[in-house]
């Protein structure tokens, strides 16, 4: 009797931190992890998810922070926002990001560029910076900016979309072999098209 209570007990233990896992993997909250660790989302859920959806161009890179000396790197951009079309704010944030440099040959293999500096994306933002408990999840990292101010990407690769002279692409669109099938599928919609899209979902 005592062994099936606390196996219960164990299960249901093992239960809820799945639950959480998946929250964490939604929201992306340790930047990175890995493809496996995308939970392939549609628009909608990454709106639910998000605090703010911002439309605008990174113009810094702020710093680094983590344990960088090996990949994915954790970097604080700063973005300038154009509009927003979940939320309201300032027009000047924090927003980090993991993956590798854009220019390194094997992003088109791995399909994990960081934004960059000078490109306009449209970004699923969160400002929940909660740690989960450690162990069994692995130590937080909090970046050196301030919170208030400062966001992470919404489900990772899945939540930011360039665009390029008006037209919006997913990073499954961008790094097809690579990033297939994951989140939304974007290639080249018109950006107010897609701001349609986003207010619907």
């Not at 005592?2 to 093992?14: D, K």
Request: charged share 10%.
């Amino acid at each position: 009797m005592v062994f099936v209570v606390v196996l219960s007990l164990s299960i249901g233990l093992i239960v809820y931190l799945r639950g959480l896992s998946t929250v964490s993997d939604l929201e992306n909250r340790n930047n990175g992890g890995g493809h496996a660790s995308y939970p392939n989302f549609s628009l909608a859920q990454l709106k639910r998810a998000s605090t703010t959806i911002v439309i605008g161009v990174v113009t810094q890179q702020f710093a680094s922070y983590g344990a960088t000396a090996t990949l994915p790197n954790d970097i604080v951009f700063q973005y300038t926002i154009s509009s927003y079309m979940k939320g309201n704010g300032t027009s000047s944030v924090y927003v980090t990001d993991s993956g590798s440099d854009p220019n390194d040959p094997m992003v088109a293999k791995n399909g994990d560029a960081l934004i960059a500096v000078g490109q306009s994306y449209v970004l699923f933002l969160s400002s929940d910076w909660t740690c989960l408990p450690s162990p069994p999840y692995a130590p937080c990292t909090l970046p050196p900016t301030p919170l208030n101010n400062t966001y992470h990407i919404v489900g990772g690769l899945e939540g930011k979309f360039l665009v390029l002279s008006g037209l919006v692409f997913s990073y499954s669109a961008l790094y097809p072999i690579a990033d297939q099938g994951l989140g939304a599928y974007v290639n080249g919609t018109n950006v107010d098209s897609f701001k349609s899209e986003v207010v619907r979902a």
